[in-house]
């Protein structure tokens, strides 16, 4: 099946700094997205992002397909943006609904 | 902002007991997902959905069965609960097709089985 890895697995950063969050996939996918989980567990959407750039606020998601990888950047980070940042991909073959996971990269901003 | 319910939020159950996890949507999506949680795993799929009437196994069934009686309702069920299955369990649902990709989780169920 699809494998997803995400580098790296933790975070800190300094208020301010950027963060560079990379996802790399075992197989074409067409569909990626990008979310954040809350320290508390909520878990939300940030980006649709199958290939391309895009930008929303302080974050934006480059997907490279035929290269396999994409990335999240943070640009000045804040202390609310520290949670757990997820990748998932899914195709659209036969199983179009499935989305699998990577572990996760685990962010925190120190003040 | 699509709204997904999971109930009950926290469970305590037994080895060898019966425990049913409870998802609803009102979003009238057609596609329904059950994923676990666990330190170094990330997200696991156990089932899904595309729809009322279809479940579909992913990644990690054995232990688990889901029903999906209607287009709002997804449920999960452990007949025989084991402590491996202590996790927290998110239930997602998403519209489907391609301009409804957005997946949107509920809160999350943490599941102790002692």
């Known amino acids: 099946g699809q494998q997803v890895q995400q580098s790296p697995a933790s975070l800190v950063l300094q208020e301010g700094e950027n963060a560079e969050l990379q996802c790399n996939f075992s197989?074409?996918?067409?569909?990626l997205q990008w979310f954040y989980q809350h320290p508390g567990g909520r878990l939300v959407s940030l980006f649709y992002n199958p290939s391309g750039t895009k930008h929303t606020g302080r974050l934006t998601s480059t997907t490279v397909t035929n290269e396999r990888r994409s990335s999240l950047h943070i640009s000045s980070s804040q202390t609310t943006d520290s949670g757990t940042y997820f990748c998932?991909?899914?195709?659209?073959?036969?199983?179009?609904?499935?989305?699998?996971f990577g572990k996760g990269t685990k962010l925190s901003v120190k003040s | 902002e699509a709204a997904v319910t999971q109930s009950p939020r926290n469970k305590v159950a037994v080895t060898g007991g019966k425990v049913t996890l409870s998802c609803n949507q009102t979003n009238n999506h057609n596609n329904m997902y059950w994923y676990r949680q666990d330190t170094g795993h990330g997200l696991r799929l156990i089932h899904y959905?595309?729809?009322?009437?279809?479940?579909e196994k992913g990644d990690i069934p054995d232990g688990y069965k889901a029903s999906r009686p209607s287009q709002e309702n997804f449920s999960l069920i452990l007949e025989l609960a084991t402590p491996s299955q202590t996790s927290v369990y998110f239930c997602?649902?998403?519209?489907?097709?391609?301009?409804?990709?957005?997946?949107?989780f509920g809160s999350g169920t943490r599941l102790t089985v002692l």
């Open positions: 997602a649902s998403r519209l489907g097709g391609r301009c409804a990709e957005t997946l949107y």
């Open positions: 197989s074409t996918a067409t569909r």
């Open positions: 959905s595309y729809g009322a009437g279809s479940t």
């Open positions: 998932a991909i899914g195709n659209s073959g036969g199983s179009n609904a499935k989305l699998t």
